[in-house]
């Protein structure tokens, strides 16, 4: 797991004293200390340290932008902050940072249709929160994030949530960390219209993957609610998922609008799933192991598929609508009560394909 790597329980305590305040005033902002300058309505944070934002901007941007090896502390109280043609929140550069979402604080960031770069050629920041270095997201406040151009958080490294209350609207994915995706807890609402969750490193057979400890999670996609180029190791949480319209919609076979898809291995510890899908509501291009936990699936395809082997060792499956049950290459039941309804074979040990 890389990300033990970048989650150092000293990244969650700090000096309260040591906060530079910066306030938003809607078209300009001020900064109370040292590290960060203001120009206009965009403030620059160029060192490591900890710095609370409060108010609102009704067209601007925090950029942090720091060779500093320390973590930076985005403290959000209360902000409303929005820009017309770019990220409000754009982490440039920086070797680890923090959003701390205050506690009983509400903040909201939000983005237009399409961005402006300096360089043509550019595509970065493509995301309402952007991060190009490791981030992680912590609190006990809320994060309301409405993201119109593309994703609406998303980290090029690795993205950890380990606590708040978030909900994201995304035309395309909703959170997406490219190393890997780790969700510690919190209370998590998305609305996407491409992926839900996303970990998209295809370079390194170890990144790529999706790890949830424990949360709340409801998820409604266009495409897959999660996708991972490698692993999805679940451990607990409360799990209600939703893709392509469900599983009374078709789905595009050009597309996926599975519920859970992993490319390498997808393994289940626990927790109480609802899934409601076009396509596949559990899906593994390698193997599936569910060890526990109760799941309420209906689906317009496969309610569990695995290419190579499905492993069934506990738990309680209601699949209540499919085309067929459970699926793979070999298929494994040690225990666990599974009830199926299909319309073509409940369980179907064949070729793991599709095709």
Do not use: C
């Not at 329980?9 to 902002?29: F, H, M």
């Not at 090896?69 to 985005?74: F, N, T, Y």
């Not at 699926?327 to 409940?346: F, P, Q, R």
Request: no cysteine; glycine share 12%; hydrophobic share 35%.
């Amino acid at each position: 797991d890389n990300s033990v790597f970048h989650d150092d329980p000293a990244d969650y305590i700090w000096d309260g004293t040591d906060v530079v305040e910066i306030q938003l005033n809607g078209n300009s902002i001020t900064v109370n200390g040292s590290g960060a300058t203001a120009d206009g309505s965009i403030v620059t944070i160029g060192s490591a340290g900890n710095y609370r934002i409060t108010g609102n901007l009704a067209d601007g941007q925090v950029i942090v932008d720091t060779e500093d090896e320390s973590i930076v502390r985005l403290i959000l109280n209360g902000v409303n902050i929005h820009n017309a043609s770019n990220a409000p929140v754009f982490i440039k550069s920086a070797e680890k940072s923090m959003i701390v979402l205050q506690e009983n604080s509400n903040n909201f960031l939000s983005d237009a249709a399409s961005y402006i770069y300096e360089d043509a050629e550019e595509d970065e920041p493509n995301a309402t929160v952007f991060s190009k270095d490791d981030l992680t997201i912590f609190g006990n406040g809320s994060l309301t994030v409405e993201a119109n151009y593309n994703d609406g958080i998303a980290s090029k490294d690795g993205l950890i949530i380990a606590s708040g209350k978030i909900a994201v609207t995304a035309v395309d994915d909703g959170i997406r960390g490219k190393d890997y995706l780790v969700v510690k807890d919190g209370d998590i609402t998305i609305d996407a219209g491409g992926d839900g969750f996303k970990s998209d490193n295809d370079d390194d057979p170890a990144l790529g993957y999706i790890k949830i400890t424990d949360g709340k999670f409801v998820i409604n996609s266009g495409d897959d609610v999660m996708q991972a180029e490698s692993d999805i190791l679940i451990s607990d949480g409360d799990l209600e998922l939703t893709s392509g319209g469900g599983s009374g919609n078709s789905y595009n076979t050009a597309s996926s609008a599975k519920g859970i898809k992993s490319a390498l291995k997808t393994v289940i510890d626990g927790g109480t799933f609802v899934i409601n899908t076009a396509d596949d509501a559990i899906h593994s291009n390698g193997s599936l192991t569910i060890n526990a936990g109760t799941f309420n699936i209906s689906t317009g395809d496969d309610g569990i598929h695995a290419d190579t082997t499905v492993e069934i060792n506990g738990g309680i499956i209601d699949i209540a609508k499919s085309y067929e049950g459970v699926e793979s290459a070999v298929i494994i039941i040690n225990d666990g009560y599974i009830h199926v309804v299909a319309n073509d074979d409940g369980i179907n040990v064949a070729g793991g394909n599709d095709s």
